[in-house]
Structure formats: C-alpha cells, structure tokens
C-alpha cells in the first residue's frame, strides 16, 4: 500500500512527491480538491511542499488514515492554526480557545493523534485582557 511507502519516505523525498503531484493535477483539480487549488494560488506550491516535509511521513501517514477510516468523525476538529517553517522544515498545529471554552470531544482526540504521530501540537488558550491571570503573566 501507498501508505506503506510514505513511511519510509524522507523529507526530501515528501517534498518531491508533492511538488510532483500538485504538478500533474493542477490542470484537473476535482470539486473536492477545490479548496486545494485555492490553497496553491494562494501560498504557493513551494509552501504546500515545505508544510508536507515538515509533517513528515508518519504525520501525513495518521493523518490520512484517520481520514480514510472515519472521514464523517475526522473532518471536524481539527486544529484552527497550522505555523510552518520552511527552513528547518517544521510545523505547529495550534487549536485556539477562549476564555469560557473547552475542547471538544473530537478536538481532544485529533491533539492525541498528532502528538502520537510525533507532531507539535497544542493548545492556546487566550485570556480575558483584564482578568487577574493575564495581568500576572504579563509581568513576567
């Protein structure tokens, strides 16, 4: 299976099959790949590529899994920002909460499964201006 391969795939080499693959279907993108298409006129194919390598073969691996398995439950939950760097390739999956919020059930679970994978991802949790908690980490 294709899955298989991508975990022994390095990083070089994620980046080289994305870059490939955006090449081939970007003349015939599908309606489900619409978001995608809008994604590379945006950022930039380089930048799609550098995200793919920062995540890394077993990232990419759980996370299409998971989507493939259950794509109903998976499609929700999942982490509001995503911070990349192209040089080293890293990435940061950040899910953003307020001050009276919680995670949902399905946010939990997608925060596991990428720590489980290896993957930099956390919660931040923004706070009141005025609140006593805030007032005490700005003085530090």
């Known amino acids: ?42 950022q930039g194919r380089e930048t799609i590529a550098d995200i793919a390598e920062g995540i890394g073969g077993a990232g990419m691996v759980r996370i299409f899994r998971l989507l493939c398995f259950d794509f109903s ?6 982490p509001d920002l995503l911070l990349w760097r192209s040089s080293p390739p890293n990435v940061k999956f950040i899910e953003v909460k307020g001050p009276r919020d919680s995670l949902s059930a399905r946010q939990r679970a997608w925060m596991q499964e990428l720590l489980a994978a290896s993957l930099d991802a956390s919660v931040c949790h923004v706070l009141e201006p005025h609140s006593t908690r805030a007032t005490h980490l700005l003085e530090y």
């Open 1 to 42: 299976m294709r899955f298989e391969a991508m975990l022994k795939w390095s990083g070089r080499q994620i980046r080289d099959e994305v870059l490939s693959r955006l090449e081939m279907r970007c003349s015939r993108l599908s309606c489900f790949s619409h978001f995608l298409g809008d994604l590379i006129e945006r």
């Open 73 to 78: 439950y998976w499609r929700g939950g999942f």
